[in-house]
Structures are given as C-alpha cells and as structure tokens.
C-alpha cells in the first residue's frame, strides 16, 4: 500500500512539473543571461517578452542593422560584466590662488536644461498617435496588474485593428505566449507597439506601415471576449498608452 501511494505521489509530482504555465499579455520573463534563437524569433520579440531595450540587446552581441539574427544562434541577454580597471593615485597638487578664484560654476546652457525630459516629450509629440481600433477601455494600463502592462480595448470580432502610428513591422506571428497573434511595430529608436489577440494578420515582417493602416482584425481575448490587448514601450519599458493617445 506505501509503495502504490509513494509511485501515485511521484506521477503527481511529475505531471505538475510538465504541465504548461499560465502566461499574460505584457508578462515579462525572467531574463537568461543567454538565449538561443528559435524559428519565427526576432530580435525585437526576443527584447519585448523579457523586457529589454532592443538596442542593449544588439549592442551586447554586436548584432548590426537591421538586425538580423538565425536559429541557434546564441545571444546575450544581460550586459556583459566590465573589468574593474586600477587607477594610479594622482600625486596631490596644491591648486594657485588665482586658479582657485577664477573657478566658478558654469550654468547649463538653456537648452540642455532638462535635457534628457525634454527630448523625451518631442520625439513622442512628433509621433502622429491614434486609436488602434475601436471600442470601449475594458482594462487600464497598471504596472502592478501581474505583467498585464497595456490596455484592452473590447469590439467585435474582425473589426479592424490599425497601426496606431506610422512604422516599420518588426514582428508578425504567434511566437510569444499570452499575445495569441500578435504585431509589433517601431516607430522610431525608441517607441514601438505591440497589437494582440488578433484573428487575423494582414501585414508581415519589414513592411513600411502608414498611421492609420490596416495590420489586423480583432480576435478574442482570454475571456473569450472580442478584444485587442494593447501596448506601447519606450526604450523597451511599458508605459500607459493613454498618455499619448488622443482624447476621444
């Protein structure tokens, strides 16, 4: 009798351990230090589903533009480890008198002022956003909603699902779980969006898309609802689609 419930608890114990888990739009995997490149991979979907900056991700391998990778290749997912050079100590120096005093602490010039947020805030305004379908806010973007880092917008099956900007198509497929058919597009160094549960892909790989243009048609969501999951990135890090989308 031990022995049939001993082999019933190792069946158990090995069955849960082959069952398939439970994936959400915008779940970000824990990132390897490696990867190796499968069928249907890009580099962007590779970047998108663990988070990471496209261009880290390029510059760690040394993948150049436009960024073409193969199956089997091995790529490095975190930035490699930097030697610790010694530096010799300076002898000390006693700065003169009219050194000291002619030293005084140069302004910024204005337009580097709030540099980094200012170029922030014109490269998105110099993006023509709009809606990606239409539809009722079915769920809100929140960064602690367990990985769901975009918005779901509800419709009817096969309405149209447009680029919500214009752009260059860098993943079209269904390699990324939780996503169902999904688009993703990069409208410039550091913003691109991503389009899921689609049923019905119209667009592929490296095409040039207008703002506006048809990619796909809604499929449904887990809740077996009509939906589009939506999302937008900068610098390969979710933020709130409704801050750059026009009121409606």
């Known amino acids: 009798m031990r022995l049939a419930l001993a082999l019933l608890v190792v069946l158990l114990a090995g069955c849960a351990a082959n069952m398939a888990p439970v994936y959400t739009p915008g779940e970000r995997w824990p990132a390897p230090d490696y990867y190796v490149v499968q069928k249907g991979d890009t580099l962007y979907s590779i970047s998108w589903r663990h988070g990471l ?32 050079q010694p530096r010799a100590s300076p002898a000390p120096s006693r700065p003169s008198v009219a050194a000291t005093a002619s030293r005084k602490p140069q ?15 014109v490269e998105a305004a110099s993006i023509d956003w709009r809606w990606p379908t239409e539809g009722r806010l079915a769920r809100a973007f ?22 919500a900007a ?7 497929g269904s390699g990324l779980r939780g ?10 160094s550091r913003y691109l969006t991503a389009y899921g ?5 119209l667009v592929s790989e490296g095409q040039t898309v207008a703002a506006g243009q048809r990619i796909a048609t809604m499929g449904t969501g ?21 801050r750059y989308l026009p009121e409606k």
């Open 53 to 84: 900056d496209y261009r880290a991700v390029a510059r760690w391998n040394r993948v150049e533009p436009p960024y073409t990778i193969h199956p089997g290749q091995r790529l490095r997912l975190r930035a490699p480890a930097v030697a610790a």
């Open 107 to 121: 302004a910024a010039p204005a337009g580097q002022r709030g540099g980094t947020s200012i170029r922030k805030s």
């Open 142 to 163: 929140s960064r602690d909603a367990q990985g769901k880092q975009g918005i779901e917008l509800r419709g009817a099956l096969g309405q149209p699902i447009v680029a």
């Open 166 to 172: 214009a752009g260059q198509v860098v993943y079209a």
């Open 179 to 188: 996503y169902g058919n999904l688009v993703i597009i990069k409208h410039n």
């Open 197 to 201: 549960y689609n049923q019905e892909i």
């Open 222 to 242: 887990p809740e077996q609802q009509p939906a589009l999951h939506f999302e937008l990135r900068r610098d390969g890090k979710p933020v709130d689609p409704m």
